[in-house]
């Protein structure tokens, strides 16, 4: 655990304004209500969205639609209506006005937010489709040190990660959505960076569905990428790099990076790590790197793209970030979260790496690159 002292050596987050707190008992009130009831508040919202309420508001605009109005167009009872409207307007989700003696709404900015904003939506679908059955399994989760909420997803699981490739079409979008929103708007950033450098042979570990080995072959003519990940994901890898005409510079290498008896192969110029390392613990991540560390060179630069919650510009995304730690504990792996700046380059450099460079800022999600290169010994 780091020390405050460190926390905010290492934090571009104000850390300060979790020391004391300025808001009003009235108000507190209402916030501790809003954690009461949130399951029930969140159900409602997924509601009048799936059942095209919310869209419907919207298209009134400023004129507004009345209840009655609402249901007509709907096919959703009045009663429907009534129940959905009455909680998203405590939640100021949707907005009413009285005109000329008939009640009328209209979508508030935090309707807007999640009809259009595509942070809150990926999150939203992520949390009902992935996370929220699960999620009644958090204290159990945190007692016995292991995803209990995994069980909804099938019994024998580990980790989700083994389940990807085989999940319904709409959990699996949902899951992939949230994955890629998060890292991919940083990937043209992070692309000159990587490529300055002109490594020949690139190892990509969690390399996924083959978005950033695709990309680099795009960027740099000369790359070769080897695809370090599960069986499962090394397979749709292959197949999106054949289908974008890479797979002749695209390879895999499949196994799991935690087993002991996985070696990685020598040779690599450039090894790079997109929002991989969130999946395991600060023990697991130190085993991960030694691996690399064994098959990698003093020249060989190891890139780490991560969205590390206290360098966030703003306290939405933080907020974000802190929620997703939930995610991994009581679905994903049950030992892994969002990590803060210093404690994930501390779990690096105990594999024997040095921090070279760090790249905060990158995307609107505000994601981090790190350097690393073996440490010289002086």
Not at 192 to 206: H, R
Not at 331 to 356: D, P, Q, T, W
């Amino acid at each position: 655990m780091l020390n405050s002292k460190t926390m905010n050596k290492y934090s571009a987050f104000d850390l300060n304004k979790f020391s004391s707190e300025k808001i009003h008992a009235v108000d507190a009130k209402f916030e501790a209500q809003k954690i009461a009831f949130a399951p029930l508040t969140f159900q409602a919202i997924r509601a009048m969205l799936e059942l095209g309420l919310m869209q419907i508001i919207n298209d009134a605009g400023d004129e507004g639609i009345s209840a009655a109005e609402l249901s007509e167009k709907s096919g959703i009872s009045l009663y429907g209506v009534n129940v959905l409207t009455e909680m998203a307007l405590g939640m100021h989700v949707i907005l009413m006005k009285n005109d000329n003696g008939i009640e009328k709404f209209s979508i508030g900015k935090i309707g807007w937010m999640l009809l259009e904003d595509n942070l809150t939506k990926a999150n939203f679908y992520f949390t009902n489709d992935i996370c929220y059955k699960g999620a009644f399994d958090l204290m159990d989760s945190i007692k016995n040190g292991k995803p209990e909420g995994l069980k909804y997803f099938g019994e024998g699981l580990t980790t989700i990660y083994e389940k990807l490739s085989t999940l319904p079409e709409r959990e699996k979008k949902s899951w992939f959505d949230f994955d890629h929103f998060y890292s991919d708007i940083a990937f043209p950033q992070a692309l000159p960076i990587v490529y300055a450098k002109k490594p020949k042979m690139l190892y990509d570990i969690g390399g996924n569905t083959a978005k950033w080995a695709i990309a680099s072959c795009r960027y740099d003519p000369d790359v070769n990428v080897k695809i370090i990940d599960l069986p499962g994901q090394t397979h749709v890898a292959e197949e999106n790099a054949k289908a974008a005409g890479f797979e002749n510079r695209i390879s895999t290498f499949a196994g799991n990076i935690l087993d002991d008896t996985t070696v990685l192969p020598a040779g690599c110029d450039a090894v790079w790590m997109s929002q991989f390392l969130d999946c395991f613990s600060l023990k697991q991540i130190t085993k991960i790197l030694t691996k690399v560390y064994n098959a990698a060179d003093e020249k060989t630069n190891v890139y780490v793209l991560e969205p590390l919650w206290d360098q966030q510009k703003f306290e939405a995304e933080s907020y974000s970030l802190q929620a997703t730690s939930l995610y991994f504990t009581c679905i994903a792996n049950g030992n892994s979260k969002m990590y803060r700046f210093g404690e994930l380059v501390e779990a690096i450099e105990k594999a024997g790496f040095e921090l070279k460079t760090a790249h905060h800022n990158l995307g609107s999600n505000c994601y981090s690159l790190l350097v690393f290169n073996k440490k010289v010994e002086k």
